[in-house]
Structure formats: C-alpha cells, structure tokens
C-alpha cells in the first residue's frame, strides 16, 4: 500500500454550496451535554470509468475497535442536498480521485458542522488520534469563522510522529492513506463569544 499524503487546493465552489452548510440538522450522535456538530452523509459507488451512483439508504457504521467514542451504532444521517452532491461531483472528488491507485470504490461522504457557542469547545475529532477504518481519507475545508485551534495532523503508526500539521484553511484539501496515518483535529473556541464560530468541512471516505 502507498504511504502519502497530499495538500492539495480547490477552486470554483459556488456560494450556494458554502451556504448549504447553514441549513445542516444536528448530528443527535453527540456526547457532549450541549451540541456542537451537524452533519449530513451520502455513499456513493464509482467504478473505473468514475461514474458514480449516489446511494439513498445511508447508515454510516464503525466498529467499537475503529471508533471508541461512536463505535457499533448504525448512526443515521440525512442526506447531502442533490444539487451539493452534483457540485461535489464535479469540482472536488475529481481532484480526490485522480490521487488514489485505480480502483473501485465507494464513497462516503460526510458535510459537517462543528461550531462553538457561549464559549463551548468545538470538539471536531471527540474520538482523539484516530483511524477511520478506510483505505484513504479526505478533508475539504469549506469554510471557517470566528474560531481559534482545529489545528489538523496527520501522524504516522507510531502514534506519535506527527508528519503534517495545519490548520486548514477554506478550499485546502487534503488526501491521506488512512491504513498507514492516524489523524486529529484539535477543538477550537470562538475568538469572540458574541459572534457564531464554525468550521465547516466535507470528509470523504473510500474503501
Ligand atoms: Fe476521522
């Protein structure tokens, strides 16, 4: 298996996709006693000629061993917005896809929003240093206000490397192997409590 990691940056995302994210339902898997993330899930299947077909039954699953915090639980999710799926399809999975050997694989998708209110933390990765489960990973920043922290790190097997760390930024994006790399996002605070904070990303899944 290929050991990497690529940064990479997108373009052309329209203002109604970024604004797709304010009408996001809440993510009712948290454990916090106060919310702070919303979410949306969609799986795709593409094949070799990338063709995809977006699937409409979607529980997303991960073994208690993967995802200590969310682990054995069908959670479900509503789905991403048709027309946000078509604009993912088209300016960003191309850009995830061309990075990954050749391959079937299906997808899964995850629109979220982490946010702080009245000077809560945004947990973004509750889990800790984590694996997914998949064969490799990718995180799409779209949009972040008001926030200080979610500094994001790729880490090697030991556990303790940290080979790339940055706090991404709107339209940077970033492929990684999700056998080999454990990762983490840490929480972030509002920079000022007046105002909403938010980090809104897109993660993507292929196995
Ligand atoms: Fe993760």
């Not at 489960?133 to 779209?142: E, Q, S, V």
């Not at 706090?167 to 007046?194: C, G, M, Q, R, V």
């Amino acid at each position: 298996m290929k050991k990497f990691y690529k940064l990479k940056k997108i373009n052309n995302i329209s203002q109604e996709l970024t604004l797709s994210f304010q009408k996001l339902p809440l993510d009712s898997y948290t454990k916090a006693n106060y919310d702070f993330r919303k979410r949306r899930f969609s799986i795709g299947k593409f094949n070799y000629n990338k063709v995809i077909h977006w699937y409409t039954n979607n529980v997303f699953f991960q073994s208690l061993e993967i995802n200590s915090y969310n682990g054995n639980l069908n959670r479900n999710f509503e789905n991403i917005d048709d027309n946000v799926l078509k604009e993912i399809e088209t300016q960003i999975l191309p850009n995830i896809i061309c990075e990954l050997p050749l391959s079937e694989y299906q997808v899964g998708i995850h629109q979220i929003r982490v946010f702080s209110e009245d000077n809560t933390l945004g947990l973004v990765a509750p889990e800790g240093i984590h694996q997914d489960g998949f064969k490799f990973l990718a995180i799409c920043c779209i949009a972040k206000k008001n926030i200080s922290g979610a500094i994001t790190q790729i880490i090697d097997q030991d556990k303790i490397t940290i080979v790339y760390e940055k706090a991404l930024n709107p339209f940077d994006l970033i492929i990684f192997n999700d056998e080999i790399f454990y990762h983490y996002t840490s929480s972030f605070k509002s920079k000022n409590n007046k105002i909403e904070s938010y980090r809104d990303v897109f993660v993507f899944t292929f196995k």
